[in-house]
C-alpha cells in the first residue's frame, strides 16, 4: 500500500469514488473486492468502510454519480430539433454505458431488485422524462398526460435494449441510437400537432 495521501473527508470520498467507478466498470460487480478499492484508493480498509459501509453502498454512490452526471451532460437545448436533442441525449448515455458496461449490467441484472439502485434509475428516468416533456410542444394538458406516458414507456424501452445490446450487440452503435430516437418520434407523432421529426 502506498503513503496515505492527507486529504479532507469530501475529497477522500470523491478518491473512494473515482476508484470504486474504475474497478465496477473494468469488472463484473461480483469481482470487486472493497480490500481491492482500499488497495488502489492507498487508504486502510477501516477507512474505507467509514465512508461506505460495504460494496453495495459504494456502487450505489458510484451509480448516483453517474446518474447525476448524465443529466448534466444530457443538454435539451431549446434551440436545437427535437431530433438533434434526442441524439445527443443518447450519444452521452451510450458514451457512458459502453465505457461502463459492467456497471451498467450489474445496475440493470445483478441489482436489478436492489430498492436504492431502483430509486436511482427512476429519478434520472422521471428527471430525464420531464426534460423531455418541457421540449415538445404540448397543446393542452390532456395531450401532456398521453405523452408523458408514451415518454415514460419509451424510457424503459431505451432501458431494457440497451442493456440486451451491452450483452450481445446485435447491431451497430449507430443503429442502436437511430432505433431508439425513430421509436419515439414515431409514437410521438399521432399526439402531436406537428411532426416531432421536423418533416
Keep these: 500500500m502506498s503513503p496515505r495521501q492527507r486529504l479532507t473527508p469530501a475529497d477522500r470520498r470523491a478518491q473512494l469514488l473515482a476508484v470504486g467507478a474504475r474497478l465496477f466498470a473494468a469488472r463484473p460487480y461480483d469481482d470487486v473486492l472493497m480490500e481491492e478499492v482500499a488497495q488502489e484508493a492507498g487508504v486502510s480498509r477501516a477507512l474505507l468502510y467509514r465512508h461506505f459501509p460495504g460494496k453495495h453502498a459504494l456502487f450505489a454512490a458510484v451509480y448516483q454519480q453517474a446518474a447525476d452526471r448524465l443529466l448534466a451532460e444530457t443538454r435539451l437545448d431549446p434551440a436545437d430539433s427535437l431530433v438533434e436533442q434526442l441524439v445527443q441525449g443518447m450519444d452521452v448515455h451510450l458514451d457512458y454505458f459502453t465505457a461502463n458496461r ?30 423531455l416533456l418541457a421540449a415538445l410542444p404540448l397543446p393542452d394538458d390532456s395531450a401532456r398526460e398521453a405523452v408523458s406516458a408514451v415518454v415514460k414507456s419509451w424510457l424503459v424501452f431505451v432501458q431494457v435494449l440497451c442493456v440486451d445490446w451491452l450483452t450481445r450487440e446485435t447491431c451497430s452503435r449507430p443503429q442502436l441510437r437511430d432505433i431508439c430516437v425513430g421509436s419515439l418520434l414515431g409514437a410521438l407523432r399521432p399526439l402531436l400537432a406537428e411532426d416531432p421529426a421536423g418533416a
Design 102 to 131: 459492467n456497471a451498467v449490467l450489474a445496475a440493470n441484472r445483478v441489482l436489478a431488485g436492489d430498492p436504492v439502485i431502483q430509486s436511482i434509475m427512476t429519478n434520472e428516468l422521471d428527471a430525464l422524462r420531464a426534460r
